[in-house]
């Protein structure tokens, strides 16, 4: 089983930044893709970004391609996504999970899933 807890949300102006964690209660952190995802108000969760087990490769959805980054310490089981220039359309409630494959857009394939902490940016 794996636990994971988002924390980092809140309010923010248009052009702020804002840096998300999602720590994982697992001994196995690394051995994990791991992905942000995010869902506003009357819409479909969709896939922000994702990262690969070491690191090394990310994956990203173009609505954020170049404004968002995420990172991860597999010494601290935690990834992260630094978010800049945002704007009111990224205003969601964000989360993380573990995706089947990396790569993957689907949220149905992910295994597991933080409780997700929101973002608001006012504009």
């Known amino acids: 089983q794996v636990q994971l807890v988002e924390s980092g949300g809140g309010l923010v102006q248009a052009g702020g930044s804002l840096r998300l964690s999602c720590a994982a209660s697992?001994?196995?952190?690394?051995?994990?893709?791991m992905a942000w995802f995010r869902q506003a108000p009357g819409k479909e969760r969709e896939l922000v970004g994702g990262?690969?087990?070491?690191?090394?490769?990310?994956y990203y959805a173009e609505a954020v391609k170049g404004r968002f980054t995420i990172t991860r310490d597999n010494v601290k089981n935690t990834m992260y996504l630094q978010m800049n220039s945002l704007k009111p359309e990224d205003t969601a409630v964000y989360s993380c999970?573990?995706?089947?494959?990396?790569?993957?857009?689907?949220?149905?394939?992910?295994?597991?899933w933080g409780q997700g902490t929101q973002v608001t940016v006012s504009s």
């Open positions: 999970g573990t995706p089947a494959l990396y790569g993957l857009t689907d949220p149905n394939e992910v295994d597991y």
């Open positions: 697992t001994r196995t952190f690394s051995r994990y893709v």
């Open positions: 990262i690969g087990r070491t690191g090394r490769n990310t």
